[in-house]
């Protein structure tokens, strides 16, 4: 599996932005797909998650109420819907999958991902 973020760009606080990951390999039913950003001067923290398969999302209490994670099978792409952005969502977004996902509780921590996409920059102008 191979991850491609794109989507990133410059918008204005209160806009909304649509990032997407795309796999070149077959994602497969067990394996969490998340979204997590990074900063300038900040470490890698969890933003969004989602089973491949189906059920309920996680989310970042920073960003829940504004931030959708969401999948198209047809298109093996994972998306995060940003609305209402702020500034302090300016980050670089990097999406990941745990090929090892139990079903559980959601990893949180960037080390239980194996795969990364490049980063894609969101920056919020205020």
């Known amino acids: 599996v191979q991850l491609q973020a794109s989507g990133g760009g410059l918008v204005q606080a209160g806009g909304s932005l649509r990032l997407a990951c795309w796999s070149s390999?077959?994602?497969?039913?067990?394996?969490?797909m998340a979204w997590f950003r990074q900063a300038p001067g900040k470490e890698r923290e969890f933003v969004a998650a989602i089973r491949w398969s189906g059920g309920s999302a996680y989310y970042a209490d920073s960003v829940k109420g504004r931030f959708t994670i969401s999948r198209d099978y047809a298109k093996n792409t994972v998306y995060l819907q940003m609305n209402s952005l702020k500034p302090e969502d300016t980050a670089v977004y990097y999406c990941?999958?745990?090929?090892?996902?139990?079903?559980?509780?959601?990893?949180?921590?960037?080390?239980?991902?194996?795969?990364w996409g490049q980063g894609t920059q969101v920056t919020v102008s205020s």
């Open positions: 390999g077959r994602i497969f039913s067990h394996y969490a």
């Open positions: 990941a999958a745990d090929t090892n996902y139990s079903g559980a509780l959601y990893p949180l921590r960037e080390r239980e991902y194996e795969v």
